[in-house]
Nanobody, 116 residues
Framework: VQLVESGGGLVLAGGSLRLSCVGS????????IAWYRRTPGKERELVAS???????VYANSVKGRFTISKDSAKNTMYLQMESLKPEDTADYYC???????????WGQGTQVTVHS
């Protein structure tokens, strides 16, 4: 099982990015998925999560600006980020947890830098 992220980069404040995370050898329909981020000196932060039933939860800091979604047919999860702020600068990681057995998988991380 492997999660591979893409879509990070450098963007000006107010801009948008879409992160993608492709899962191999796994069925996304069996997993709860999430995006986390981490900046140096800070603890890892849950950005958004999406349960198998489709319930989404967002960190207060990104609510209304970020959207988590998935395309199960493509085994791909997304994080659409709008109205980006410098404080959104971080390494972003996708995460998948098997809903029944608890197996957990992480992507390698993708860097997002927002300049003011």
């Amino acid at each position: 099982v492997q999660l591979v992220e893409s879509g990070g980069g450098l963007v000006l404040a107010g801009g948008s990015l879409r992160l993608s995370c492709v899962g191999s050898q796994m069925n996304f329909n069996l997993y709860s998925i999430a995006w986390y981020r981490r900046t140096p000196g800070k603890e890892r932060e849950l950005v958004a999560s999406l349960s198998r039933s489709g319930s989404a939860v967002y960190a207060n800091s990104v609510k209304g600006r970020f959207t988590i979604s998935k395309d199960s047919a493509k085994n791909t999860m997304y994080l659409q980020m709008e109205s980006l702020k410098p404080e959104d600068t971080a390494d972003y990681y996708c995460n998948a947890v098997h809903a029944d057995y608890g197996f957990e998988h992480w992507g390698q991380g993708t860097q997002v830098t927002v300049h003011s």
